[in-house]
């Protein structure tokens, strides 16, 4: 079992609905990350998180620390929003970052 | 700002060759860290400098190895490639190492690495 699990690992929606993309882990971390990677392979890093939620326009995340999980939410999804999401984990001890295996996203016009 | 420039964009070697990339950060930023992406195994972290020191390595051969310099600009080198070393190869900068980052960091476009 991977120490980052990512749910779905493939999600199609219409544009405007509401999209959850789900991560759990099972080690302990100092932070977490949600990062975006376009066809092309350009990443960004969209949240760090470690407690709580944090909103940026259409994109809410979501950390619960007792339940090593947290959530990437995409209000009124639109199809510039295709791309993989990548969930990502900082170690505590040796700082090293774990990844998840992504979730690839299709928004449909 | 300038972001995080890798070059080159795109390198074709032949096995048992080694290869170098090089990374420079946002200017101030002093953690550079290299990860390696492949269809099979996803990204993997390689390993993380900050002030030119090597202060964590991910599970990967002595063939890949790295420096930081004073400028805070990081090479990474590949040495003896093999086939599967075929990846594309991101490295990320940010103000302070992750263990202690309470900022994000910002990615690179990457170096598509192929070995025939």
């Known amino acids: 079992k991977n120490e980052v699990e990512q749910s779905p690992q493939n999600l199609t929606a219409q544009e405007g609905e509401f999209i959850t993309i789900n991560c759990s882990y099972s080690?302990?971390?100092?932070?977490l990350h949600w990062l975006q990677q376009h066809p092309g392979g350009g990443i960004v890093s969209l949240f760090m998180l470690s407690s709580g939620k944090k909103k940026h326009g259409r994109l809410i995340a979501t950390i619960n620390i007792q339940e090593k999980h947290s959530s990437l939410h995409i209000t009124a999804s639109h199809p510039r929003d295709s791309a993989v999401y990548i969930c990502a984990v900082s170690g505590t001890n040796a700082g090293k970052s774990t990844f998840g295996d992504g979730t690839t996203l299709t928004v449909k016009p | 700002k300038a972001g995080v420039t890798q070059t080159p964009r795109y390198l074709i070697k032949t096995r048992g060759q080694q290869v170098t990339l090089s990374c420079s950060p946002i200017?101030?930023?002093?953690?550079v860290s290299w990860y390696q992406q492949t269809p099979g195994q996803g990204l993997q972290f390689l390993f993380e400098?900050?002030?030119?020191?090597?202060?964590n390595k991910g599970n990967f051969p002595g063939r890949f190895s790295g420096r930081q310099f004073s400028n805070s600009r990081s090479e990474m080198n590949v040495s003896t490639l093999e086939l599967g070393d075929s990846a594309l190869y991101l490295c990320?900068?940010?103000?302070?190492?992750?263990?202690?980052?309470?900022?994000?960091?910002?990615f690179g476009s990457g170096t598509r690495l192929t070995v025939v």
């Open positions: 400098y900050f002030s030119e020191t090597q202060r």
């Open positions: 200017s101030g930023h002093r953690s």
């Open positions: 990320a900068s940010s103000l302070v190492p992750r263990i202690l980052a309470t900022y994000g960091y910002t």
């Open positions: 080690v302990g971390i100092s932070a």
